[in-house]
């Protein structure tokens, strides 16, 4: 872990993007606080992130862009990691694809008033379920949907394109 300590040395990092970091956590703690008022996107694969790495990325205070994939949360949920979150003023964008997300976290992402683009895994939501709880988001565009039930994701897509919700 010496290796990453040179992100406790950096103050003004603006973007960030670490990758396939396998299941050790605390990369994301070793982050600088003076970084808290600086980094504005954020971009995370492929690691594991405990409760350390989940207090750091909250304190994140203007943050716009934040990509997660293929991560797993330790004795974490994806609700006490948004409840954690101080930028929920700044984010635009959010691109979230991790392992154990509920239909119930959506409801969660009313707390972000700026957001603007949304892209998240599918497979585990009931999309018909979901619609209206994007649709009571401040969100203007889908992005990466991706979902194993194909007839309903269709449906799913055109009732929120017919909502004036753009779907890439």
């Not at 872990?1 to 990092?13: E, P, V």
């Not at 993007?17 to 808290?36: A, Q």
């Not at 405990?50 to 949360?73: A, Q």
């Amino acid at each position: 872990m010496h290796k990453w300590n040179i992100l406790s040395r950096l103050d003004s990092l603006e973007y960030l993007s670490i990758s396939s970091c396998n299941s050790r956590t605390g990369y994301l703690s070793k982050l600088n606080s003076k970084c808290s008022l600086s980094l504005k996107r954020l971009s995370y694969r492929y690691g594991t992130i405990d409760f350390n790495d989940i207090n750091k990325i909250g304190e994140l205070k203007v943050l716009e862009e934040l990509k997660i994939y293929g991560c797993k949360f330790l004795n974490y949920t994806f609700k006490d990691f948004i409840n954690s979150c101080k930028f929920f003023k700044s984010l635009k964008n959010l691109k979230f694809w991790v392992l154990d997300m509920k239909n119930d976290d959506l409801l969660n992402l009313k707390r972000f008033r700026k957001l603007k683009k949304l892209s998240f895994r599918f497979t585990e939501f009931e999309l018909l379920n979901i619609k209206n709880c994007l649709l009571s988001l401040s969100i203007s565009q889908l992005q990466n949907l991706a979902s194993n039930d194909v007839r309903n994701y269709k449906i799913f897509c055109r009732y929120l394109r017919e909502s004036n919700l753009e779907v890439k």
